[in-house]
Each structure stands twice: as structure tokens, then as C-alpha cells.
């Protein structure tokens, strides 16, 4: 039977952290993830790194921990975080009483919040709205989720930490209320089988309360559903917060040529509820409009949501009154020894979060290293020797992009494959400058773990992330996989299918404008030439 | 003001057949256009219909015409008329030495790139399924370094779709475009255009001579040359002693590139007079007549009179319908009537990108009677002298029925003639 100290369940920011904190502190862990790793809340959020201004307010301690973590993961994580700065902004709609509030508020905590003229503020981000009343500089940042969840688990697995993909836990197993393994199920081969085990950790998100039902302890997390929009285009170069009583639709957050407005706040009863509508869009549009006038001028590439894992010990609250700050249940209070689950959080505070959890379960195994997250880089820096002979290469503006999205060995180890084969270093994906080489690379080595389908691909490599959406690289991925006999028992069409159909599911909430030529080019190729659909005579 | 007996707008294949059917007839025509139309993305067949309804029942448009909606541009046209501009274009292209084969009453099924089966109705004679099956060696040909076409792709698929029992084989034939690999990539163009000459033609041929035996079936991506004639073809077919097809590809599409060509030559011999980058922007109308229309060129506007107009600027893609908001549809030049399938949310686009149903944004466009005259709810004509083409019209979903290039023949033909009896 196949065995590790600790099981992690769930391959979000929180379970990536604590795979890392314990792989560092020698801990022999396994994250067991059930479908692909980001692909819950982790990956379906803005994007934000939390300055802790929108926090400074309601809840202190979790604005105290917000500037704190935000500093370290600058350092540790300086390769997924984009240094924007972040503006609060009145607008003649928002209370001024709570400006004074929000300004005492930021300083208790210390945090940085400069003042500065509604005109300047204007100058530095022309799209920005006229009427604001008050605007002040907080040091927000963008952050790439995708990139910070496998940078984690590329740094635990330096010092021994494992991870399995497609990997649904289906069963808690123990003995005399100690916790003996997991059961679990391969999600492609469907089979079933045992990972012995003497700590569980589980860290599902809004899934928490699911797995915890496997030894029937309530857990009660209530998945809320935050809907966002990706626009085209950076319209500001600043994450824009409005100032005011935190509400739905509020925060711009730009990522390289993209913008993501967001995002709004609904109880729904499954994490998987993740269909957009086009009322929420609409919805969304009519506050975003406040803060950036010109807003329906911008192309919508899509709309995605997510769920927050709001924790609540009282089943009756719901929605935004609920503590966005998180919990850890050792559920020995419970009866069952060797089982925890963490609760609630958010992303900016992941390594805090995980920094606990570890502490509670070196307590249990008797491991008296000390945590190390917060001072080591989660991967070295790239080598500038590297950097330099991917320019021979590489498209050079697409250079440092793909630096950063592939990290010092798998960066290596796609150079020399453009470097002694030139025919990959033809470029499949053109929106996001993404080349067989990289593709091959995320698809080929199993150590950058488990490429299982296009959208596997995707999230590791942005191919079909950008204005076309898939139209192109889709086919031209398939291709390349069938031409390098990477696609095994799959079913070519299905896999294109399922692929675009992901794509097409941001996209039929917001089908206007540019919006709509795109889907009728996407279905000009793929049904009308290629005849996807059909074609057996 | 200039002033001629029919003004075009729109340069795709609806614009232009529409130009060449009045000009030959002896009208004065012009065009204008700002794009070119979809034909490198269609890639140069004339499907007519093959699914009326349901993915998995295809159908001739003979079988199926009477089943279709009223809405649709068939049922407005009738079968006679679609007979006709069928006629018309086997004429045509027999004319311009690039004859297209097929009909009404079958389909003829093509290979594509990723291995299945398309049906279409008027094609070249060098996409052809039937070779594939009635051969028992099937070469893939790959070119080296050519994006976009992968043959490892094209056999897997193929062999679900054609059959394992058959041998299949891959070849590659070098282009030799080592400057472009590795730098700005080998496209399909390039091959076609490597193959339109005498030396891409021999080099090609004497590669492929070492490696295929006589009397297989080769499957060429779409690069049989970017002009209209089979020499390319021909001349592959008799080096190899061996039946060979195109499969389609991606755009772009050479064999859209080779009917956009034909049909020029045709515009032009017909003394069509083609205004590029010429974006109509409005029309002078007075009651139901359109006088003329308002024309933006290169730093000018112009304003052109005509007896007869003719609306060829397309759907969603090339801008000749918006979309403002979920279900507002709007045609931007004369703000016709527009016909929206659906009035809810949720019917406006399906769940599913591809399912076996049609998609109802792709549905939506301007109401016409049986000559192609716009038509208000009541079914009034709303401006006499102008008639509408192609992607403009509303009620069919050319992706699902693979009908897209018959309506807008069909359509284009019938407008014509109706724009010469005013």
C-alpha cells in the first residue's frame, strides 16, 4: 500500500501551502487533489494581493494580516506577484463619514494609505472617472493564482513533497478514533484504493464540509459565489477599489493585458454552480460603470465565478457577514484523532494559514522543525544566462512571460528543445505567445506533473487564455500531441470539444459585441470546415 | 453624385456573385467593400445543407427543402431559384477553366484535418472522400514545418472514420523553408504558394515519387496551389499514378483563396466596378426607395446613386449585423427589421457551443420575401430598390446545417435578378 505521514486534500493555495510548509520542515506529505490542481476558488477569484485596506475597517486582524502577508509574498513569490499599487476611490455615491473611518482604520493597522489629488489620480489612470471625491494609494498587487499554486508545489517537491492529480478522496478510514488512511479513486481509471496515512489534513475550500462529512463530523462551510468579468484589455494599470463599505462589483484588478472586475456575493448550494449569467454580467456592469464610465467600450473576453469557503460555527449566517477570516478544526474534539480541516481565509493570507495548520500537525507528530515559509523564495531566480539565450528564441516580448510561467528547470529544459529543435519553436498559441517547445515541456515532463487534458495545458502554460479564446491553438495543441503520440487513449474530438466548450462557457454570458464574432469564427472552424460534430457518411 | 444600375455592398461571396450575375447581364455595377468575406475561412466549397435539423440525419437540400422553417432563405427561395444559381456557378467556374462539381440532389462528404467527414454540396474536384474508401493504402502527406496541419491528427481520426483495416502511412515531404522554420513559422499559404510554382510542383513530386506507391489514396492538407486550376492537382495525380484528395484545414484556407481569385477574374470581365476600402455608412432614403448610398473611402465620403441595391455585408463576423446587447441586433446601414428567434436570456445562446441544436443568436437577421426584399412584420416591403444576401438573412445557422456558402449563392443569384426589374 502506498503510505505518507500526512495527507493533504484539496490542490488550492491553502493545501499547496501546507504541502509546502510540511515538505519543509521534512515532513513526508501528499497532496491528493481531485481534478486538476487550481482549479477551484484558488484560480476562479481577481487575482487580488490584499493590501488590507478593504479589510481595515470590518475586521482589523484580518487587515493586520493581509499588509503582513502581502510583504512576505512580494519576496517569496516575486515571479506570480505584478507590484500595481492600488487605489481606494470615493465617488460622490460613497459615505464620506466612512472615508475618515477607513483612513483611522489603515493607520491602527499600519498600513500605508497616501493621499493624493483626484486629478492626478486621474492623470495616472486616464479611464478613471472624473467624479471621484477622494482617492489614496494602498500598496495592493496583482497576483497570478495558477502561477503561485504551482510554484508552491514546485518548491515542495525540492524537498521531497508529493502530489497526485485526478485523485477524488472518497473515504476517511480509521481505527480506534485514529485516523489509518484514505480511499480514494482515480478520476480517469476510476479505480479505488488505500493511501495509509497518520495525519489528514483537509484543505478542500468549499468543499471542506463534504470531505468532512466522509467521518461524519459537520463541518459548516457555506460556499458563496463570487461572479467576475475578464475584460480585453488593461484598462487601468492600478487595482481600483471604491472606498467605501465593502460591496459587490467594487475591485478592478489589471493582469497583463487583462482586467478583471469583481466580483459578487451569493449563497448557492454546490462549488460546482459555476454557469454565469448574463444578469449577473449586467449586474456587474451597471457598478462598474460608476468607477470607469467607458467600461461597455472595453471587449469582455468572459465571465467566470467561483466559490469563497466561508466558515460559519452557526448554521443559520450567511453571505458577507460571514468571517472571511479562517479556522483550523482539530477534529480530535470531535473523536477522531489525526484529522483537521481549515476553513475560510483568503488567498492573500494562504501561507499564514498554511503556516498554522503545519504547526498543529507537527504538534501531533512530533516534529520540532520550525516554519520557513516566509524567509525562502518559493523558486530561484531565473538565470540571466537563461534569459539571455531564450532571446535567440523566444518571441522577445514573450520572454520574461514565460521565464516566470515555467521557472528556472522547465525554463532550462525548453530552451534547449527550441535551441536543438528548431521546429518547436513554432508558436501555437499567438494571443499568448505560448511555443510547442512549452507545450511539449508541460505535456511531456512527468516532474511538471500530470498534463492530462488541454485544459491541464492551459492553466500551466495561459495557451488558449487570450482574444481567441481556443480558435486556433486548440486544434494546433491536439495536433501537436497526436504528432508527438502524446495523446494516448483519447478521444481527439471529445478533448477539443471539452475544451472549448470550457472556453465557450465564459463566453455565452457576454455574447455581444466583438464577443459574438469571436464564438462565430470559434464555430466557423470548428463546425462548419471541421464539422467537429459529426462527418461519418 | 456618381450613379450607376446597381450598387453592391459587401465584398464576400454573396457581394461579389450577386456583381457578377447583374454584370453580366449587362448592368452597370459597382461594389463596395471593406473586407473580403469569409472565403479563407470557408475554404472555397459551396455547402448547401446537409443537416436541416439534426446532426445525426444529413440530407440534400432536395430531400430537406420542404421541411425547413418558413423563415428560412430556402423556404423563401424555393427550389427552382436555389437550382438555378447552381447552375449558375457550375456555368461559371467551367468558364474560368476551375469547374466545380455537385448538385442540389446529394452531398459529396470531404475529409478534414482532424480526421472527420464534412458534407458539402459544390466543391473542386480535388476534395473527394470516396478515394479514401475505395483505397486500401492511405498516405497522409505532412510538410516539414508546416503549422497548422498535423497528419498524425488527420489518421487517428480517419481510421474511426474510414476504417482500421486499411493501411495507413505518413510521408513528409520537405519544402525546404529552413529561413521560415523556427522564425516566422511555414503557414499553409506558403506551401500552396511553394507549390504554384513549376519547381515547388517537381520538387514535391519527386519527394513523394520515393516514398508512395502507385495506386493509393493521398491525403494533401488544403495546398493544391492558391490559383483557380487543378494543375497542381493534376499534375500530383499523375506523377503518383494514385487518387488524390485535399483534406480542409484552419484558416486560411488556399481553396478559399482560390474561388475568391475566380470569382474576381469573373467581377472584372463582367466590368465590375470594385471600390476598396470602402465602408458604406448610411443611405439616402426617400419614403421606400433608396436613393443612394453614403460611402467613407480613404480620408473622403462620396455619396452613390443607383437604381438597385444590393446588401452583402454579411453577420456577426464581418460586422453587417451587431449585436448591442443580448438579443438587440442591429444592421448597421439601414436599420432593417431585424428578426430575433429568441426573446429570453437563456435562449439566446445554447449552454452547449456544439449540440444538436441550432445556436438562436445564429439565427437572428433581416426578414426578406421570395425576391430578397427586405420586409417588415407585416411582411411590407420596407425600401423597394434593395435586396438582401447571404449571412444578412435571418433564419438558418450556416455552421450547424452546413449551408453557409449555398444561401449565399442562392440568395446573391436571387437578388440579383430582382434588382434588374427595377
Same mark, same amino acid.
Request: proline share 3%.
Given at each position: 500500500?502506498?503510505?505518507?505521514?500526512?495527507?493533504?486534500?484539496?490542490?488550492?493555495?491553502?493545501?499547496?501551502?501546507?504541502?509546502?510548509?510540511?515538505?519543509?520542515?521534512?515532513?513526508?506529505?501528499?497532496?491528493?487533489?481531485?481534478?486538476?490542481?487550481?482549479?477551484?476558488?484558488?484560480?476562479?477569484?481577481?487575482?487580488?494581493?490584499?493590501?488590507?485596506?478593504?479589510?481595515?475597517?470590518?475586521?482589523?486582524?484580518?487587515?493586520?494580516?493581509?499588509?503582513?502577508?502581502?510583504?512576505?509574498?512580494?519576496?517569496?513569490?516575486?515571479?506570480?506577484?505584478?507590484?500595481?499599487?492600488?487605489?481606494?476611490?470615493?465617488?460622490?455615491?460613497?459615505?464620506?463619514?466612512?472615508?475618515?473611518?477607513?483612513?483611522? *482604520?489603515?493607520?491602527?493597522?499600519?498600513?500605508?494609505?497616501?493621499?493624493?489629488?483626484?486629478?492626478?489620480?486621474?492623470?495616472?489612470?486616464?479611464?478613471?472617472?472624473?467624479?471621484?471625491?477622494?482617492?489614496?494609494?494602498?500598496?495592493?498587487?496583482?497576483?497570478?493564482?495558477?502561477?503561485?499554486?504551482? #510554484?508552491?508545489?514546485?518548491?515542495?517537491?525540492?524537498?521531497?513533497?508529493?502530489?497526485?492529480?485526478?485523485?477524488?478522496?472518497?473515504?476517511?478510514?480509521?481505527?480506534?478514533?485514529?485516523?489509518?488512511?484514505?480511499?480514494?479513486?482515480?478520476?480517469?481509471?476510476?479505480?479505488?484504493?488505500?493511501?495509509?496515512?497518520?495525519?489528514?489534513?483537509? *484543505?478542500?475550500?468549499?468543499?471542506?464540509?463534504?470531505?468532512?462529512?466522509?467521518?461524519?463530523?459537520?463541518?459548516?462551510?457555506?460556499?458563496?459565489?463570487?461572479?467576475?468579468?475578464?475584460?480585453?484589455?488593461?484598462?487601468?494599470?492600478?487595482?481600483?477599489?471604491?472606498?467605501?463599505?465593502?460591496?459587490?462589483?467594487?475591485?478592478?484588478?489589471?493582469?497583463?493585458?487583462?482586467?478583471?472586475?469583481?466580483?459578487?456575493?451569493?449563497?448557492?448550494?454546490?462549488?460546482?454552480?459555476? #454557469?454565469?449569467?448574463?444578469?449577473?454580467?449586467?449586474?456587474?456592469?451597471?457598478?462598474?460603470?460608476?468607477?470607469?464610465?467607458?467600461?461597455?467600450?472595453?471587449?469582455?473576453?468572459?465571465?467566470?465565478?467561483?466559490?469563497?469557503?466561508?466558515?460559519?460555527?452557526?448554521? &443559520?449566517?450567511?453571505?458577507?457577514?460571514?468571517?472571511?477570516?479562517?479556522?483550523?478544526?482539530?477534529?480530535?474534539?470531535?473523536?477522531?484523532? &489525526?484529522?483537521?480541516?481549515?476553513?475560510?481565509?483568503?488567498?492573500?493570507?494562504?501561507?499564514?494559514?498554511?503556516?498554522?495548520?503545519?504547526?498543529?500537525?507537527?504538534?501531533?507528530?512530533?516534529?520540532?522543525?520550525?516554519?520557513?515559509?516566509?524567509?525562502?523564495?518559493?523558486?530561484?531566480?531565473?538565470?540571466?544566462?537563461?534569459?539571455?539565450?531564450?532571446?535567440?528564441?523566444?518571441?522577445?516580448?514573450?520572454?520574461?512571460?514565460?521565464?516566470?510561467?515555467?521557472?528556472?528547470?522547465?525554463?532550462?529544459?525548453?530552451?534547449?528543445?527550441?535551441?536543438?529543435?528548431?521546429?518547436?519553436?513554432?508558436?501555437?498559441?499567438?494571443?499568448?505567445?505560448?511555443?510547442?517547445?512549452?507545450?511539449?515541456?508541460?505535456?511531456?515532463?512527468?516532474?511538471?506533473?500530470?498534463?492530462?487534458?488541454?485544459?491541464?495545458?492551459?492553466?500551466?502554460?495561459?495557451?488558449?487564455?487570450?482574444?481567441?479564446?481556443?480558435?486556433?491553438?486548440?486544434?494546433?495543441?491536439?495536433?501537436?500531441?497526436? #504528432?508527438?503520440?502524446?495523446?494516448?487513449?483519447?478521444?481527439?474530438?471529445?478533448?477539443?470539444?471539452?475544451?472549448?466548450?470550457?472556453?465557450?462557457?465564459?463566453?455565452?454570458?457576454?455574447?455581444?459585441?466583438?464577443?459574438?464574432?469571436?464564438?462565430?469564427?470559434?464555430?466557423?472552424?470548428?463546425?462548419?470546415?471541421?464539422?467537429?460534430?459529426?462527418?461519418?457518411? | 453624385?456618381?450613379?450607376?444600375?446597381?450598387?453592391?455592398?459587401?465584398?464576400?461571396?454573396?457581394?461579389?456573385?450577386?456583381?457578377?450575375?447583374?454584370?453580366?447581364?449587362?448592368?452597370?455595377?459597382?461594389?463596395?467593400?471593406?473586407?473580403?468575406?469569409?472565403?479563407?475561412?470557408?475554404?472555397?466549397?459551396?455547402?448547401?445543407?446537409?443537416?436541416?435539423?439534426?446532426?445525426?440525419?444529413?440530407?440534400?437540400?432536395?430531400?430537406?427543402?420542404?421541411?425547413?422553417?418558413?423563415?428560412?432563405?430556402?423556404?423563401?427561395?424555393?427550389?427552382?431559384?436555389?437550382?438555378?444559381?447552381?447552375?449558375?456557378?457550375?456555368?461559371?467556374?467551367?468558364?474560368?477553366?476551375?469547374?466545380?462539381?455537385?448538385?442540389?440532389?446529394?452531398?459529396?462528404?470531404?475529409?478534414?484535418?482532424?480526421?472527420?467527414?464534412?458534407?458539402?454540396?459544390?466543391?473542386?474536384?480535388?476534395?473527394?472522400?470516396?478515394?479514401?474508401?475505395?483505397?486500401?493504402?492511405?498516405?497522409?502527406?505532412?510538410?516539414?514545418?508546416?503549422?497548422?496541419?498535423?497528419?498524425?491528427?488527420?489518421?487517428?481520426?480517419?481510421?474511426?472514420?474510414?476504417?482500421?483495416?486499411?493501411?495507413?502511412?505518413?510521408?513528409?515531404?520537405?519544402?525546404?523553408?529552413?529561413?521560415?522554420?523556427?522564425?516566422?513559422?511555414?503557414?499553409?499559404?506558403?506551401?500552396?504558394?511553394?507549390?504554384?510554382?513549376?519547381?515547388?510542383?517537381?520538387?514535391?513530386?519527386?519527394?513523394?515519387?520515393?516514398?508512395?506507391?502507385?495506386?493509393?489514396?493521398?491525403?494533401?492538407?488544403?495546398?493544391?496551389?492558391?490559383?483557380?486550376?487543378?494543375?497542381?492537382?493534376?499534375?500530383?495525380?499523375?506523377?503518383?499514378?494514385?487518387?488524390?484528395?485535399?483534406?480542409?484545414?484552419?484558416?486560411?484556407?488556399?481553396?478559399?483563396?482560390?474561388?475568391?481569385?475566380?470569382?474576381?477574374?469573373?467581377?472584372?470581365?463582367?466590368?465590375?466596378?470594385?471600390?476598396?476600402?470602402?465602408?458604406?455608412?448610411?443611405?439616402?432614403?426617400?419614403?421606400?426607395?433608396?436613393?443612394?448610398?453614403?460611402?467613407?473611402?480613404?480620408?473622403?465620403?462620396?455619396?452613390?446613386?443607383?437604381?438597385?441595391?444590393?446588401?452583402?455585408?454579411?453577420?456577426?463576423?464581418?460586422?453587417?449585423?451587431?449585436?448591442?446587447?443580448?438579443?438587440?441586433?442591429?444592421?448597421?446601414?439601414?436599420?432593417?427589421?431585424?428578426?430575433?428567434?429568441?426573446?429570453?436570456?437563456?435562449?439566446?445562446?445554447?449552454?452547449?457551443?456544439?449540440?444538436?441544436?441550432?445556436?438562436?443568436?445564429?439565427?437572428?437577421?433581416?426578414?426578406?420575401?421570395?425576391?430578397?426584399?427586405?420586409?417588415?412584420?407585416?411582411?411590407?416591403?420596407?425600401?423597394?430598390?434593395?435586396?438582401?444576401?447571404?449571412?444578412?438573412?435571418?433564419?438558418?445557422?450556416?455552421?450547424?446545417?452546413?449551408?453557409?456558402?449555398?444561401?449565399?449563392?442562392?440568395?446573391?443569384?436571387?437578388?440579383?435578378?430582382?434588382?434588374?426589374?427595377?
Amino acid at each position: 500500500m502506498e503510505k505518507a505521514t500526512v495527507i493533504v486534500i484539496g490542490g488550492g493555495a491553502t493545501g499547496v501551502g501546507i504541502l509546502r510548509d510540511l515538505a519543509m520542515r521534512g515532513v513526508d506529505v501528499m497532496l491528493l487533489e481531485m481534478r486538476d490542481m487550481v482549479n477551484g476558488s484558488s484560480s476562479r477569484y481577481h487575482g487580488l494581493l490584499h493590501s488590507g485596506g478593504r479589510y481595515a475597517v470590518k475586521d482589523a486582524e484580518a487587515g493586520r494580516e493581509c499588509i503582513e502577508e502581502n510583504r512576505i509574498l512580494r519576496k517569496i513569490g516575486k515571479h506570480c506577484v505584478e507590484a500595481t499599487e492600488g487605489f481606494f476611490v470615493r465617488l460622490p455615491e460613497d459615505d464620506p463619514a466612512y472615508e475618515k473611518e477607513w483612513v483611522e *482604520a489603515c493607520k491602527n493597522i499600519n498600513l500605508p494609505a497616501i493621499q493624493i489629488d483626484p486629478i492626478e489620480a486621474w492623470h495616472l489612470e486616464p479611464n478613471l472617472t472624473q467624479r471621484a471625491q477622494a482617492v489614496y494609494r494602498v500598496p495592493d498587487a496583482a497576483i497570478d493564482g495558477f502561477r503561485m499554486a504551482w #510554484q508552491n508545489v514546485e518548491s515542495a517537491k525540492r524537498y521531497g513533497g508529493r502530489v497526485k492529480t485526478y485523485t477524488e478522496v472518497i473515504r476517511v478510514n480509521s481505527s480506534n478514533g485514529q485516523v489509518t488512511s484514505v480511499t480514494v479513486q482515480d478520476y480517469f481509471t476510476k479505480q479505488k484504493y488505500d493511501i495509509e496515512c497518520d495525519f489528514v489534513v483537509n *484543505a478542500a475550500g468549499p468543499w471542506a464540509g463534504k470531505v468532512a462529512g466522509f467521518t461524519n463530523i459537520p463541518v459548516n462551510v457555506q460556499p458563496d459565489r463570487g461572479t467576475l468579468i475578464a475584460f480585453n484589455h488593461r484598462i487601468t494599470n492600478r487595482i481600483v477599489n471604491r472606498l467605501h463599505k465593502s460591496s459587490d462589483g467594487d475591485i478592478f484588478v489589471p493582469h497583463g493585458s487583462i482586467t478583471i472586475l469583481g466580483t459578487t456575493s451569493k449563497s448557492v448550494e454546490s462549488p460546482e454552480d459555476t #454557469q454565469v449569467t448574463t444578469a449577473e454580467v449586467e449586474y456587474l456592469m451597471r457598478i462598474g460603470e460608476l468607477t470607469f464610465e467607458n467600461l461597455r467600450g472595453f471587449r469582455i473576453l468572459r465571465a467566470f465565478c467561483g466559490s469563497r469557503p466561508l466558515y460559519t460555527a452557526d448554521a &443559520g449566517a450567511k453571505g458577507r457577514g460571514v468571517s472571511r477570516g479562517f479556522v483550523i478544526l482539530d477534529h480530535e474534539h470531535d473523536g477522531l484523532r &489525526g484529522f483537521a480541516s481549515i476553513c475560510g481565509g483568503k488567498f492573500t493570507t494562504y501561507r499564514l494559514m498554511a503556516e498554522k495548520m503545519a504547526d498543529l500537525v507537527c504538534g501531533y507528530i512530533h516534529n520540532t522543525m520550525v516554519c520557513r515559509t516566509a524567509e525562502e523564495e518559493l523558486v530561484p531566480d531565473i538565470d540571466i544566462a537563461d534569459i539571455k539565450e531564450a532571446r535567440k528564441y523566444f518571441p522577445s516580448f514573450g520572454v520574461k512571460l514565460a521565464a516566470s510561467r515555467l521557472g528556472g528547470q522547465s525554463f532550462k529544459n525548453v530552451i534547449k528543445r527550441m535551441e536543438t529543435e528548431p521546429l518547436k519553436r513554432e508558436i501555437v498559441c499567438e494571443c499568448e505567445n505560448v511555443t510547442m517547445a512549452e507545450i511539449e515541456e508541460v505535456a511531456k515532463n512527468a516532474d511538471t506533473a500530470s498534463s492530462y487534458t488541454l485544459s491541464d495545458i492551459r492553466r500551466k502554460t495561459r495557451m488558449g487564455m487570450g482574444t481567441c479564446q481556443g480558435a486556433f491553438c486548440t486544434f494546433r495543441s491536439m495536433g501537436m500531441l497526436a #504528432q508527438n503520440n502524446l495523446v494516448k487513449d483519447h478521444d481527439t474530438i471529445a478533448e477539443m470539444k471539452d475544451f472549448l466548450q470550457a472556453r465557450y462557457k465564459g463566453i455565452s454570458p457576454v455574447m455581444w459585441g466583438n464577443t459574438v464574432r469571436e464564438v462565430e469564427l470559434m464555430r466557423g472552424i470548428y463546425d462548419g470546415v471541421l464539422n467537429i460534430d459529426g462527418g461519418i457518411d | 453624385m456618381k450613379a450607376c444600375d446597381v450598387v453592391v455592398i459587401g465584398g464576400g461571396i454573396s457581394g461579389i456573385l450577386s456583381a457578377i450575375v447583374a454584370a453580366k447581364k449587362g448592368k452597370s455595377v459597382t461594389m463596395f467593400r471593406y473586407g473580403y468575406g469569409a472565403f479563407e475561412i470557408g475554404g472555397g466549397l459551396i455547402d448547401i445543407m446537409a443537416y436541416p435539423d439534426n446532426k445525426k440525419e444529413s440530407s440534400s437540400l432536395k430531400n430537406c427543402i420542404g421541411t425547413l422553417p418558413g423563415d428560412h432563405p430556402y423556404s423563401k427561395l424555393g427550389l427552382k431559384r436555389v437550382e438555378a444559381a447552381v447552375k449558375f456557378l457550375l456555368e461559371l467556374t467551367k468558364e474560368e477553366g476551375y469547374a466545380y462539381q455537385g448538385s442540389v440532389d446529394e452531398l459529396h462528404w470531404v475529409p478534414t484535418a482532424i480526421g472527420t467527414m464534412k458534407p458539402t454540396g459544390l466543391y473542386p474536384k480535388s476534395f473527394d472522400s470516396q478515394i479514401l474508401k475505395n483505397a486500401d493504402t492511405i498516405y497522409l502527406v505532412n510538410f516539414k514545418g508546416l503549422k497548422d496541419y498535423y497528419a498524425e491528427l488527420t489518421e487517428k481520426m480517419l481510421k474511426k472514420t474510414i476504417g482500421k483495416d486499411k493501411k495507413y502511412e505518413i510521408v513528409t515531404v520537405d519544402p525546404r523553408m529552413e529561413e521560415a522554420i523556427g522564425g516566422r513559422d511555414v503557414m499553409i499559404m506558403d506551401i500552396a504558394r511553394w507549390l504554384d510554382k513549376k519547381e515547388g510542383q517537381k520538387d514535391c513530386a519527386n519527394q513523394l515519387q520515393a516514398l508512395v506507391k502507385p495506386g493509393a489514396a493521398v491525403v494533401f492538407p488544403q495546398v493544391l496551389g492558391t490559383v483557380p486550376s487543378y494543375d497542381v492537382y493534376d499534375k500530383m495525380k499523375s506523377a503518383l499514378h494514385c487518387d488524390i484528395t485535399e483534406a480542409l484545414c484552419i484558416p486560411p484556407a488556399a481553396a478559399g483563396m482560390r474561388l475568391s481569385k475566380l470569382l474576381h477574374n469573373a467581377a472584372r470581365k463582367y466590368g465590375v466596378r470594385i471600390i476598396e476600402k470602402a465602408r458604406v455608412k448610411s443611405a439616402i432614403v426617400t419614403d421606400d426607395v433608396c436613393e443612394a448610398v453614403v460611402v467613407s473611402g480613404v480620408g473622403k465620403e462620396h455619396t452613390y446613386a443607383a437604381k438597385s441595391f444590393i446588401l452583402a455585408t454579411g453577420g456577426y463576423y464581418s460586422g453587417g449585423l451587431e449585436v448591442l446587447d443580448n438579443n438587440k441586433v442591429l444592421e448597421p446601414i439601414f436599420n432593417l427589421p431585424i428578426k430575433v428567434m429568441s426573446q429570453k436570456e437563456y435562449e439566446w445562446a445554447n449552454v452547449e457551443l456544439f449540440s444538436n441544436q441550432k445556436q438562436p443568436f445564429a439565427l437572428a437577421g433581416v426578414t426578406v420575401n421570395h425576391e430578397m426584399c427586405p420586409v417588415d412584420e407585416n411582411g411590407e416591403k420596407v425600401l423597394k430598390n434593395l435586396f438582401v444576401t447571404g449571412r444578412n438573412l435571418c433564419g438558418y445557422d450556416f455552421c450547424f446545417e452546413k449551408s453557409g456558402n449555398g444561401v449565399a449563392l442562392a440568395s446573391a443569384y436571387q437578388a440579383a435578378m430582382s434588382a434588374m426589374e427595377v
